[in-house]
């Protein structure tokens, strides 16, 4: 099971943390993404990280301003999130998967948590 949180309303320019913490089954051996969607849009990729946290992976619109990180003692994965602009409001999921290719691809995740809002206003 995952659990996202951390949402919430911004403005533009601030900065968000949000948590995913997992349970059930063993953290450490999926790799973990983020995901988002806005409204009428489809799901999209964010960030990605390995399942020993050594490499990480970004979606282009969010480079140099988010970073995804992974505490496997404490079953949790992170997604930093720096200098907001409006076009990030959307709901934010994470998900799991097993290690290997595919890290941006909604199909490769088996996993997905609950998703929180995060809104952005200008």
């Known amino acids: 099971q995952l659990q996202a949180s951390g949402g919430g309303l911004v403005q533009a320019g601030d900065s968000l943390r949000l948590r995913c913490a997992a349970s059930g089954r063993t953290f450490s051996n999926y790799d973990m993404g983020w995901f988002r969607q806005a409204a009428g849009k489809e799901r999209e990729f964010v960030a990605a990280i390995t399942w020993g946290g050594i490499s990480t992976s970004y979606a282009d619109s969010v480079k140099g301003r988010f970073t995804i990180s992974r505490d496997n003692a404490k079953n949790t994965l992170f997604l930093q999130m720096d200098s907001l602009k409006p076009e990030d409001t959307a709901v934010y999921y994470c998900?799991?998967?097993?290690?290997?290719?595919?890290?941006?691809?909604?199909?490769?995740?088996?996993?997905w948590g609950q998703g929180t809002l995060v809104t952005v206003s200008s």
């Open positions: 998900a799991a998967k097993p290690p290997g290719y595919g890290s941006s691809l909604v199909t490769r995740y088996d996993y």
